[in-house]
């Protein structure tokens, strides 16, 4: 295997070659990018990608096939070739839904739910989402991987589709993770392929930012001097700074 090679065709088709496991990965933030191990942990990347995920509950994230040398995207999905019954066809997925995000306690894992959006030759099937796992094993390794969730693509029975993610690319600033993806088909239809794709995430990972602002000052002049004569009624008791102002007895 050319370790060199991109793994997806010019015209953003999954090609044939095994799935890639990455040599590095690469984050980027504050509008710069490093690889993980010279400046980052384990720890900081699994809980940059709960933040980001989190993010993202109950958004859809665009899905592209793209190159793995520029992280852009070449195509507005990824493409794999199918057989539906005795038909040929592609499979088109080009945007998932982020139904559920969950941690697991003591462990870099995340628990997803995902609706993938999966068409072929036009028609869009009835799937059941997709149980998923993210977990950060060390720096050099992180996987999205799911148990395989079925599709209705024919009369006879359900196919079964499963997924695996290996991210070599986050980017904290813009929302996008990349990564070398494996996607295969079992049943009445039944293919797949293998290429590098992006997920394009509506939320970054910087949107949380609770309003917690101090209330502005009233001007109370009038409350301030009406203390000091004496003259301030209990009737017309006010509040300042969140402090109830009494008259001064002499």
């Known amino acids: 295997m050319e370790f060199g090679r991109s793994m997806t ?3 953003g088709q999954a090609t044939n070659l095994p799935v890639r496991m990455p040599d590095s990965i690469i984050v980027c933030r504050a509008k710069q990018c490093a690889p ?3 400046s980052m942990s384990a720890e900081y990347i699994y809980n940059s990608l709960v933040t980001m995920l989190q993010n993202n509950m109950h958004q859809t994230a665009l ?5 793995d040398s520029t992280h852009s995207c070449i195509e507005t999905y990824v493409a794999m070739p199918i057989t539906v019954g005795v038909t040929p066809a592609y499979a088109y997925i080009d945007a998932v839904k982020i139904s559920d995000v969950t941690l697991q306690k003591g462990k870099k894992t995340l628990n997803l739910l995902l609706n993938y959006n999966l068409t072929y030759n036009g028609q869009t099937p009835d799937c059941t989402p997709a149980q998923s796992l993210a977990f950060v094993r060390d720096t050099k ?6 148990s395989g969730y079925t599709c209705k693509m024919t009369t006879i029975s359900s196919s079964t589709v499963k997924t695996l993610f290996a991210i070599d690319y986050i980017d904290l600033d813009y929302g996008f993770i990349g990564g070398y993806y494996s996607i295969g088909l079992s049943g009445p239809a039944f293919g797949g392929g293998n290429g590098y794709m992006l997920i394009r ?5 910087y949107p949380l930012s609770p309003a917690l602002q101090t209330p502005k000052e009233k001007k109370i002049e009038s409350v301030v001097e009406s203390t000091i004569t004496g003259n301030l009624n209990s009737s ?4 300042f700074n969140g402090v109830q102002v009494f008259p001064i007895k002499k």
């Open 9 to 11: 065709s010019a015209n």
């Open 36 to 38: 993980v191990n010279l």
């Open 63 to 67: 899905i592209c096939a793209g190159s």
């Open 141 to 146: 390794t992180i996987l999205l991987q799911d």
């Open 201 to 205: 995430l509506p939320k970054d990972n």
């Open 236 to 239: 017309e008791e006010q509040i």
